[in-house]
C-alpha cells in the first residue's frame, strides 16, 4: 500500500483548478488558430482570433479565461493499492476548490439549493466521481464546466429502432438550437447507450480527453470525425453568429445498454474549454 497525505490533494485540486481556470490547453489554442485559416466567414475569423488572444492574455496576465470559472467536476482514479494518512478524501477535494476560489479569485457559482437558491459562497460542493483501478497512483482531472454550454445539453432514452441516425439527429438538433448560447467552438461530448445516469456521465468524461484524441472503436472513432463534419456543415460558427467552426471535435463513449432502450447524451462545452490533470 502507498500513503497520500491529504493535504496533497487538497493543494494538488486547489493547483489544477486555478490552472486550468487561468491557462487554457495547447490542444484549444492550436485548435483556434488552425480553425482561423479554414473559417469562411471574416467575422468568424476575427472571432476566432479573439478568443485566441484572450487566451495568450490571460496566461500572460495571470487572470481567468472567461468570467464565468465553472463548477468544479473533479475524476479521482484511485489506485486500489492507495490509502490516504486520514478519514475525508471528499472533503479534502472540496477543500482544494474553496482554497482556489479564494486564492484564485474565482467566481462563487453555486447555488445552495436549486429551488431556494443563495450561494455557497466559495464554489462548493464540487461534483466528484471517483473510480477504482489497479495500482498505487492517483490521478486528478479537474474540470472548470462553465454553464452557458452546461444548459445546452440534453439526454434522452430514444428506443432502438431509432439507430445511428436517430443518435446523430439528437446531437445535431442540440448544437443547432443551442444557437449562440454555449458560445462557439465547441467541444461536443457524446454518450451512448449504459443508462439514464450513466450515459450522461460517459458524455461528460469524453469532454475531458485530449482534443484530438479518437475513440479506440474505428466505428466510433469515424462517427466522430462525419458528425464533427456535419456539424460545422450547420453555419452556428463562432459565437453563433455564422461561419463553419462550430466544433472543434466530437468525442464519442459508448456502453451497453439494456436491448429496450437506446440513451443518448449531449454534453456540449465551450470554447473555454477547462480541465487540467496530474497524477499523485
Ligand atoms: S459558456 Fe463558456 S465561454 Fe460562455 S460564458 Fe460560460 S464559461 Fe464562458
Known amino acids: 500500500m502507498r500513503t497520500i497525505p491529504l493535504d496533497t490533494v487538497r493543494g494538488t485540486v486547489c493547483k489544477l483548478y486555478i490552472d486550468a481556470c487561468y491557462r487554457l490547453n495547447d490542444d484549444m489554442r492550436k485548435a483556434f488558430k488552425d480553425a482561423a485559416k479554414t473559417e469562411v466567414n471574416p467575422?468568424?475569423?476575427?472571432i476566432l482570433q479573439m478568443i485566441s488572444e484572450n487566451a495568450e492574455i490571460a496566461e500572460k496576465e495571470w487572470l481567468p479565461i472567461c468570467q464565468d470559472t465553472g463548477l468544479a467536476v473533479v475524476y479521482v482514479e484511485l489506485g486500489e493499492e492507495v490509502r490516504f494518512d486520514r478519514p475525508g478524501l471528499k472533503e479534502a477535494i472540496n477543500q482544494g476548490v474553496r482554497q482556489a476560489c479564494k486564492e484564485g479569485l474565482l467566481r462563487a457559482s453555486v447555488a445552495k439549493d436549486p429551488l431556494r437558491r443563495g450561494n455557497t459562497g466559495d464554489n462548493t460542493p464540487a461534483i466528484i466521481h471517483i473510480d477504482m483501478v489497479p495500482g498505487?497512483?492517483?490521478?486528478?482531472?479537474?474540470?472548470?464546466?462553465?454553464?452557458?454550454s452546461e444548459n445546452m445539453s440534453r439526454v434522452k432514452i430514444l428506443t432502438p429502432?431509432?439507430?445511428m441516425e436517430g443518435v446523430k439527429n439528437f446531437v445535431l438538433e442540440a448544437v443547432t438550437q443551442g444557437g449562440?448560447?454555449?458560445?462557439?467552438?465547441?467541444?461536443?461530448?457524446v454518450g451512448i447507450g449504459g443508462n439514464l445516469e450513466t450515459v450522461a456521465e460517459i458524455a461528460k468524461k469524453s469532454l475531458y480527453r485530449p482534443l484530438k484524441d479518437k475513440n479506440k472503436d474505428p466505428y466510433y472513432a469515424r462517427l466522430e470525425e462525419d458528425w464533427l463534419k456535419e456539424i460545422n456543415k450547420s453555419g452556428v460558427g463562432p459565437q453563433g453568429l455564422g461561419?463553419?467552426?462550430?466544433?472543434?471535435a466530437v468525442h464519442i463513449e459508448a456502453l451497453p445498454c439494456h436491448i429496450g432502450a437506446l440513451p443518448v447524451a449531449v454534453n456540449i462545452d465551450c470554447h473555454a474549454h477547462r480541465h487540467k490533470e496530474a497524477v499523485l
Open 161 to 163: 429502432s431509432a439507430g
Open 43 to 46: 467575422q468568424g475569423r476575427e
Open 180 to 189: 449562440s448560447n454555449p458560445c462557439p467552438p465547441l467541444v461536443v461530448g
Open 136 to 148: 498505487d497512483k492517483m490521478k486528478l482531472t479537474v474540470g472548470a464546466k462553465g454553464t452557458g
Open 243 to 248: 461561419g463553419s467552426t462550430t466544433a472543434l
